[in-house]
Protein backbone atom coordinates (compact mmCIF):
# COMPACT_ATOMS: atom_id res chain seq x y z
CA UNK A 1 0.00 0.00 0.00
CA UNK A 2 1.44 3.17 -0.86
CA UNK A 3 1.21 6.23 1.29
CA UNK A 4 -1.07 7.82 -0.77
CA UNK A 5 -3.58 5.01 -0.55
CA UNK A 6 -3.07 4.95 3.30
CA UNK A 7 -4.32 8.04 3.63
CA UNK A 8 -7.77 8.92 5.48
CA UNK A 9 -10.48 10.29 3.53
CA UNK A 10 -11.57 13.81 4.37
CA UNK A 11 -15.11 14.31 5.17
CA UNK A 12 -17.23 16.48 6.48
CA UNK A 13 -18.14 17.68 10.45
CA UNK A 14 -20.06 20.36 9.64
CA UNK A 15 -18.59 23.30 8.03
CA UNK A 16 -15.14 21.61 8.93
CA UNK A 17 -13.14 19.61 6.75
CA UNK A 18 -11.80 16.00 9.68
CA UNK A 19 -10.69 12.73 8.54
CA UNK A 20 -13.12 9.97 9.15
CA UNK A 21 -11.49 8.84 12.57
CA UNK A 22 -12.33 11.95 13.89
CA UNK A 23 -15.50 12.75 12.41
CA UNK A 24 -16.61 9.53 14.16
CA UNK A 25 -15.18 10.32 17.17
CA UNK A 26 -16.21 13.81 17.27
CA UNK A 27 -19.87 12.71 16.54
CA UNK A 28 -19.92 10.28 19.64
CA UNK A 29 -18.78 13.42 21.57
CA UNK A 30 -21.91 15.57 19.70
CA UNK A 31 -24.28 13.44 21.26
CA UNK A 32 -22.86 11.59 24.20
CA UNK A 33 -22.96 14.88 25.28
CA UNK A 34 -26.68 15.97 24.19
CA UNK A 35 -27.99 12.57 24.85
CA UNK A 36 -29.75 13.01 28.54
CA UNK A 37 -32.13 16.01 26.88
CA UNK A 38 -32.45 14.45 22.91
CA UNK A 39 -36.17 13.88 23.21
CA UNK A 40 -36.49 17.19 24.63
CA UNK A 41 -34.91 19.28 22.40
CA UNK A 42 -36.57 17.48 18.93
CA UNK A 43 -39.60 18.66 20.23
CA UNK A 44 -38.30 22.25 21.16
CA UNK A 45 -36.62 22.68 17.28
CA UNK A 46 -39.50 20.97 15.87
CA UNK A 47 -42.37 22.26 17.79
CA UNK A 48 -43.36 18.09 18.15
CA UNK A 49 -43.74 18.09 14.62
CA UNK A 50 -40.65 15.52 14.24
CA UNK A 51 -43.01 13.09 15.42
CA UNK A 52 -45.83 14.02 12.92
CA UNK A 53 -42.91 12.81 10.45
CA UNK A 54 -41.85 9.51 12.19
CA UNK A 55 -45.43 8.42 12.24
CA UNK A 56 -46.50 8.99 8.96
CA UNK A 57 -42.56 7.21 7.78
CA UNK A 58 -43.47 4.04 10.26
CA UNK A 59 -47.12 4.17 8.31
CA UNK A 60 -45.46 3.48 4.81
CA UNK A 61 -42.91 0.80 6.73
CA UNK A 62 -45.91 -1.16 7.16
CA UNK A 63 -44.82 -3.22 10.00
CA UNK A 64 -46.43 -6.87 9.55
CA UNK A 65 -46.73 -9.85 12.52
CA UNK A 66 -43.11 -11.72 12.46
CA UNK A 67 -40.93 -9.59 11.36
CA UNK A 68 -37.25 -8.15 12.45
CA UNK A 69 -36.81 -4.64 12.16
CA UNK A 70 -33.21 -2.55 12.87
CA UNK A 71 -33.45 1.02 13.83
CA UNK A 72 -29.63 2.04 12.64
CA UNK A 73 -28.75 5.16 15.01
CA UNK A 74 -31.53 4.71 16.69
CA UNK A 75 -30.89 6.71 19.63
CA UNK A 76 -34.07 6.16 22.32
CA UNK A 77 -35.64 3.59 20.74
CA UNK A 78 -38.21 5.80 19.48
CA UNK A 79 -39.20 4.18 15.72
CA UNK A 80 -38.24 0.42 17.26
CA UNK A 81 -41.14 0.77 19.55
CA UNK A 82 -43.56 2.43 17.23
CA UNK A 83 -42.71 -0.61 14.66
CA UNK A 84 -43.34 -3.11 17.58
CA UNK A 85 -46.71 -1.20 18.29
CA UNK A 86 -47.72 -0.64 14.54
CA UNK A 87 -46.98 -4.78 13.75
CA UNK A 88 -49.12 -6.20 17.04
CA UNK A 89 -51.77 -4.16 15.67
CA UNK A 90 -51.69 -5.61 12.19
CA UNK A 91 -51.57 -8.91 13.87
CA UNK A 92 -54.73 -8.01 15.75
CA UNK A 93 -56.70 -7.11 12.90
CA UNK A 94 -55.88 -10.73 10.71
CA UNK A 95 -56.04 -12.79 14.32
CA UNK A 96 -51.40 -13.30 13.56
CA UNK A 97 -49.96 -13.97 16.97
CA UNK A 98 -46.62 -13.61 15.41
CA UNK A 99 -44.74 -11.45 17.41
CA UNK A 100 -42.17 -8.90 15.85
CA UNK A 101 -39.18 -8.07 17.32
CA UNK A 102 -36.82 -4.50 17.16
CA UNK A 103 -33.22 -4.09 17.87
CA UNK A 104 -31.84 -0.56 18.14
CA UNK A 105 -28.05 -0.04 17.05
CA UNK A 106 -26.32 2.92 17.87
CA UNK A 107 -22.18 3.65 17.91
CA UNK A 108 -23.27 5.99 21.10
CA UNK A 109 -23.49 4.14 24.08
CA UNK A 110 -24.51 7.37 26.09
CA UNK A 111 -27.79 7.78 23.35
CA UNK A 112 -28.54 3.81 24.04
CA UNK A 113 -28.51 4.35 27.87
CA UNK A 114 -31.07 7.20 27.41
CA UNK A 115 -33.03 5.45 25.45
CA UNK A 116 -33.21 2.25 28.01
CA UNK A 117 -34.20 4.07 30.69
CA UNK A 118 -37.24 4.68 29.48
CA UNK A 119 -40.33 3.32 31.14
CA UNK A 120 -42.13 2.46 27.78
CA UNK A 121 -39.54 -0.35 27.22
CA UNK A 122 -41.38 -2.48 29.82
CA UNK A 123 -44.12 -3.43 28.02
CA UNK A 124 -41.67 -5.16 24.68
CA UNK A 125 -39.81 -7.72 26.58
CA UNK A 126 -36.98 -9.42 25.02
CA UNK A 127 -39.03 -8.27 22.15
CA UNK A 128 -36.61 -4.96 21.77
CA UNK A 129 -32.87 -4.63 22.11
CA UNK A 130 -30.40 -2.59 22.29
CA UNK A 131 -26.87 -2.89 20.30
CA UNK A 132 -24.05 -0.76 20.56
CA UNK A 133 -22.46 -0.78 16.61
CA UNK A 134 -21.19 1.32 13.88
CA UNK A 135 -24.13 1.37 11.10
CA UNK A 136 -21.83 1.20 8.37
CA UNK A 137 -19.90 -2.71 9.71
CA UNK A 138 -23.24 -4.05 11.37
CA UNK A 139 -23.16 -7.29 13.32
CA UNK A 140 -25.09 -9.08 11.92
CA UNK A 141 -25.59 -11.80 8.64
CA UNK A 142 -26.55 -11.13 5.22
CA UNK A 143 -30.49 -10.52 4.57
CA UNK A 144 -31.41 -10.83 8.29
CA UNK A 145 -33.51 -8.26 8.46
CA UNK A 146 -37.08 -7.55 6.74
CA UNK A 147 -36.78 -3.72 7.64
CA UNK A 148 -34.15 -1.26 8.19
CA UNK A 149 -34.92 2.55 9.45
CA UNK A 150 -32.76 5.67 9.73
CA UNK A 151 -33.99 8.53 11.83
CA UNK A 152 -32.04 11.81 11.63
CA UNK A 153 -28.63 10.21 11.92
CA UNK A 154 -27.69 9.13 8.56
CA UNK A 155 -25.65 12.55 7.93
CA UNK A 156 -23.72 11.85 11.02
CA UNK A 157 -22.06 8.73 8.86
CA UNK A 158 -18.43 9.31 8.40
CA UNK A 159 -19.58 7.72 4.69
CA UNK A 160 -23.34 7.42 4.17
CA UNK A 161 -23.04 5.69 0.98
CA UNK A 162 -20.75 2.54 3.07
CA UNK A 163 -23.93 2.50 5.31
CA UNK A 164 -26.42 2.14 2.74
CA UNK A 165 -24.64 -0.60 1.28
CA UNK A 166 -24.51 -2.31 4.62
CA UNK A 167 -28.18 -1.49 4.94
CA UNK A 168 -28.53 -3.56 1.51
CA UNK A 169 -26.22 -6.06 2.96
CA UNK A 170 -28.53 -7.14 6.04
CA UNK A 171 -32.01 -6.76 4.51
CA UNK A 172 -33.58 -9.77 2.53
CA UNK A 173 -34.07 -9.11 -0.66
CA UNK A 174 -37.91 -7.54 -0.73
CA UNK A 175 -36.70 -5.66 2.34
CA UNK A 176 -37.71 -2.24 2.92
CA UNK A 177 -35.54 0.99 3.75
CA UNK A 178 -36.79 4.05 5.57
CA UNK A 179 -34.00 7.11 5.96
CA UNK A 180 -35.74 9.94 7.74
CA UNK A 181 -33.31 13.11 7.20
CA UNK A 182 -33.39 16.66 7.71
CA UNK A 183 -33.22 18.31 3.77
CA UNK A 184 -33.67 20.97 1.65
CA UNK A 185 -36.76 23.13 1.22
CA UNK A 186 -38.28 23.08 -2.11
CA UNK A 187 -38.51 26.88 -2.21
CA UNK A 188 -35.14 28.86 -2.20
CA UNK A 189 -36.75 32.00 -0.46
CA UNK A 190 -38.43 29.66 2.25
CA UNK A 191 -34.91 27.50 2.15
CA UNK A 192 -33.04 31.29 3.44
CA UNK A 193 -35.74 31.81 5.91
CA UNK A 194 -35.57 28.65 7.52
CA UNK A 195 -31.68 29.13 7.73
CA UNK A 196 -31.09 32.32 9.17
CA UNK A 197 -33.82 30.88 11.93
CA UNK A 198 -32.06 27.63 12.49
CA UNK A 199 -28.24 29.39 12.66
CA UNK A 200 -29.56 31.94 15.13
CA UNK A 201 -32.37 30.08 17.35
CA UNK A 202 -30.83 26.73 17.49
CA UNK A 203 -27.49 26.57 18.80
CA UNK A 204 -28.55 29.25 21.46
CA UNK A 205 -32.06 27.18 22.44
CA UNK A 206 -29.07 24.07 22.69
CA UNK A 207 -27.14 26.42 24.79
CA UNK A 208 -30.18 26.98 27.26
CA UNK A 209 -31.77 23.55 27.37
CA UNK A 210 -28.91 21.31 27.38
CA UNK A 211 -25.96 23.18 27.99
CA UNK A 212 -24.45 22.64 25.01
CA UNK A 213 -24.11 25.18 22.28
CA UNK A 214 -21.63 23.77 20.11
CA UNK A 215 -23.15 20.13 19.44
CA UNK A 216 -26.36 22.00 18.17
CA UNK A 217 -24.05 24.29 15.76
CA UNK A 218 -22.36 21.23 14.18
CA UNK A 219 -25.99 19.56 14.06
CA UNK A 220 -27.66 22.88 11.90
CA UNK A 221 -24.43 22.86 10.10
CA UNK A 222 -24.49 18.91 9.19
CA UNK A 223 -28.31 19.33 7.68
CA UNK A 224 -26.76 22.18 5.78
CA UNK A 225 -24.12 19.67 4.46
CA UNK A 226 -26.35 17.06 3.51
CA UNK A 227 -26.98 16.28 -0.09
CA UNK A 228 -30.63 17.18 -1.71
CA UNK A 229 -33.38 15.07 -2.16
CA UNK A 230 -32.54 13.82 -6.07
CA UNK A 231 -28.96 13.16 -5.28
CA UNK A 232 -29.55 11.52 -2.08
CA UNK A 233 -32.34 9.09 -4.05
CA UNK A 234 -29.14 8.36 -6.22
CA UNK A 235 -27.11 7.39 -3.72
CA UNK A 236 -29.55 5.04 -2.39
CA UNK A 237 -30.40 3.38 -5.37
CA UNK A 238 -26.83 2.91 -6.50
CA UNK A 239 -26.55 1.28 -3.30
CA UNK A 240 -28.82 -2.02 -4.25
CA UNK A 241 -32.25 -0.23 -3.95
CA UNK A 242 -35.36 -0.24 -6.10
CA UNK A 243 -38.43 1.87 -6.31
CA UNK A 244 -36.77 4.52 -4.04
CA UNK A 245 -39.41 7.46 -3.82
CA UNK A 246 -39.00 10.86 -1.85
CA UNK A 247 -41.84 12.07 0.42
CA UNK A 248 -41.04 16.17 1.40
CA UNK A 249 -42.58 16.88 5.00
CA UNK A 250 -42.90 20.94 5.82
CA UNK A 251 -41.94 21.85 2.59
CA UNK A 252 -38.71 19.83 2.63
CA UNK A 253 -37.33 20.97 6.19
CA UNK A 254 -37.41 16.90 6.36
CA UNK A 255 -37.60 13.96 3.76
CA UNK A 256 -38.54 10.44 3.34
CA UNK A 257 -36.62 8.29 1.21
CA UNK A 258 -38.01 4.92 1.37
CA UNK A 259 -37.02 1.89 -1.34
CA UNK A 260 -36.77 -1.77 -1.48
CA UNK A 261 -34.19 -3.87 -1.60
CA UNK A 262 -33.14 -5.88 -4.69
Known amino acids: MTGQDSKERIVSFGFEDVTETE ?7 VFRSVASRYD ?3 DLMSAGVHRLWKHDAMNRLNPQPGERHLDVAGGTGELARAFLALADKAGKRRGDTRQATAIVSDINDAMLEAG ?9 GDRLAWVCADGQNLPYPDKTF ?4 VSFGIRNFADRVAGLREFRRVLKTGGRLAVLEFSHMTAPILQDAYDRYSFAVIPRMGELVAGDRDSYQYLIESIRKFPD ?10 AGFGQVSVTNYSGGIAALHFGWAV
Open 23 to 29: KVARVKG
Open 40 to 42: LMN
Open 116 to 124: KARPDNAQW
Open 146 to 149: DAVT
Open 229 to 238: QRTFKSEIEG
